[in-house]
């Protein structure tokens, strides 16, 4: 079974470019998560959905940054425009809900990005 | 909200000693705790988890404890080996449907031969 799918895995941008992150999760889970991860820390959460409801979005800089997951399947993410500070890997990952299981989360490779 | 925190921020041992990562949690309804290991330049991979219905979890040489009295859980990697080097993650859920992770700042550890 293939992992969670994430693309490009490598970006470079100039600033107040705009740039976009695409996630194909694991076939039947219904739970996706972007996470920012940057150098030498743990990844943060930027938002929840499930299916396709953004149900957490508390930490994502609406200002500049937007997600959408159409259909409740695959994601994507984009930021517009750049700024220098936004250079880290951007983690998808996703989770099945499963009653009385909890929901263990899998990550994608991520995606890098730099900003200059 | 849940905050999470882990220490040592960096590990070195001698391949075959053993190795200890503590993180503390503070929101006591809290009870899945999962640990992480990031390769360099890989994805997170969950490595072992436990639930708060029990006290210990052990795979192989990989261990897991938790205190849900103090709010603090270890993992615990014994006969160490290179291999062992990454980046370790702990975090924090309730065993909910849809419940957000909280991630630990991480443990660089480095297995010295």
């Known amino acids: 079974e293939a992992g969670v799918v994430q693309s490009p895995r490598y970006k470079i941008i100039e600033k107040k470019q705009p740039v976009a992150f695409w996630c194909n999760p694991i076939?039947?889970?219904?739970?996706l998560y972007w996470y920012l991860q940057n150098l030498g820390q743990g990844p943060e959460l930027l938002i929840r959905y499930e299916n396709e409801e953004a149900v957490d979005d508390s930490q994502l800089p609406k200002d500049r940054f937007s997600a959408e997951r159409l259909k409740g399947v695959d994601s994507t993410l984009k930021i517009q425009p750049a700024e220098l500070g936004d250079s880290a890997v951007y983690l998808c990952?996703?989770?099945?809900?499963?009653?009385?299981?909890?929901?263990?989360?899998?990550f994608g490779e991520g995606s890098w990005l730099t900003v200059v | 909200g849940e905050n999470v925190e882990q220490h040592p921020s960096t590990l070195s041992v001698q391949e075959g000693d053993s190795a200890v990562i503590k993180c503390t949690y503070s929101d006591s309804a809290s009870n899945y705790f999962p640990w992480y290991k990031q390769e360099l330049g890989k994805r997170p991979q969950l490595i072992i988890d436990?639930?708060?219905?029990?006290g210990e979890k052990k795979d192989q040489r990989i261990a897991v404890t938790l205190n849900k009295t103090a709010k603090h859980f270890s993992l615990h990697i014994t006969e160490t080996q290179p291999e062992d080097s990454a980046v370790y993650f702990c975090a924090a859920s309730r065993d909910n449907y849809g419940q957000n992770f909280v991630f630990g700042p991480g443990t660089r550890l480095s297995v010295l031969p």
């Open positions: 990952a996703s989770s099945h809900r499963a009653s009385g299981s909890g929901n263990t989360i899998y």
């Open positions: 076939s039947g889970h219904n739970t």
């Open positions: 436990i639930r708060s219905n029990v």
